[in-house]
C-alpha cells in the first residue's frame, strides 16, 4: 500500500521547472513540455515521447510508484534529468538528435557530469541497487 503522499501533479511540474531552470536553461523549450505520472512500473522509472495526438507536445512519463515519499526526492529528480537529457538531445523533442541511439556510449552519465549532477545520478544508482527490490516486494510488485 502506497503512504500517503503530497506528490502531486503540482508538486510534479514544479519540480521539473525547477531542475529546467537550474540545470537546463541552455536547453530551448522548442514545444509545449508535459510531465505527467505514469502506470506503475517495475523497471521503467521515467520515459519521454511525443505525444501522438498531437505531434508536437513532449510527454515526461514518470513511474507512479514515486510517488511514495519512501522513495528519496533524489531518486525522483536524477530520473527526471535523465529525461530532460533525451529531451534536448532530440529524443521525444523536436530538437535535433545528437546520437543515433538515446543512451549511446554513456552519454546520459557524460551529460550529468557536463551538468555538475555527478554525484544526484550515483546516489539514485546506489539507492536504486540497495532499495528497490525491497520497495517492489513490500507493494506486492515482485
Same mark, same amino acid.
Not at 525547477?18 to 536553461?25: E, G, K, T
Not at 557524460?110 to 546506489?126: H, I, N, P, S, T
Given at each position: 500500500?502506497?503512504?500517503?503522499?503530497?506528490?502531486?501533479?503540482?508538486?510534479?511540474?514544479?519540480?521539473?521547472?525547477d531542475?529546467?531552470?537550474?540545470?537546463?536553461?541552455?536547453?530551448?523549450?522548442?514545444?509545449?513540455?508535459? +510531465? *505527467?505520472?505514469a502506470? =506503475?512500473a517495475?523497471?521503467? /522509472?521515467?520515459?519521454? @515521447?511525443?505525444?501522438? #495526438?498531437?505531434?508536437?507536445?513532449? +510527454? *515526461?512519463?514518470?513511474? =507512479?510508484?514515486?510517488?511514495? /515519499?519512501?522513495?528519496? @526526492?533524489?531518486?525522483? #529528480?536524477?530520473?527526471?534529468?535523465?529525461?530532460?537529457?533525451?529531451?534536448?538531445?532530440?529524443?521525444?523533442?523536436?530538437?535535433?538528435?545528437?546520437?543515433?541511439?538515446?543512451?549511446?556510449?554513456?552519454?546520459?552519465?557524460?551529460?550529468?557530469?557536463?551538468?555538475?549532477?555527478?554525484?544526484?545520478?550515483?546516489?539514485?544508482?546506489?539507492?536504486?541497487?540497495?532499495?528497490?527490490?525491497?520497495?517492489?516486494?513490500?507493494?506486492?510488485?515482485?
Amino acid at each position: 500500500m502506497m503512504s500517503v503522499s503530497y506528490r502531486d501533479q503540482e508538486w510534479l511540474e514544479n519540480l521539473l521547472a525547477d531542475i529546467w531552470y537550474q540545470h537546463f536553461r541552455d536547453v530551448e523549450q522548442n514545444n509545449d513540455v508535459m +510531465i *505527467i505520472w505514469a502506470k =506503475r512500473a517495475k523497471r521503467r /522509472l521515467g520515459s519521454i @515521447e511525443m505525444d501522438s #495526438r498531437d505531434g508536437h507536445t513532449s +510527454i *515526461i512519463k514518470v513511474n =507512479r510508484l514515486f510517488q511514495d /515519499l519512501a522513495v528519496p @526526492e533524489y531518486v525522483i #529528480r536524477a530520473t527526471i534529468v535523465h529525461e530532460m537529457t533525451h529531451y534536448a538531445h532530440g529524443f521525444g523533442s523536436p530538437h535535433e538528435q545528437k546520437q543515433r541511439h538515446p543512451h549511446s556510449g554513456g552519454v546520459i552519465r557524460k551529460e550529468f557530469a557536463e551538468r555538475g549532477l555527478v554525484d544526484l545520478y550515483l546516489k539514485q544508482k546506489r539507492w536504486l541497487k540497495d532499495n528497490w527490490r525491497d520497495f517492489l516486494l513490500e507493494r506486492g510488485m515482485l
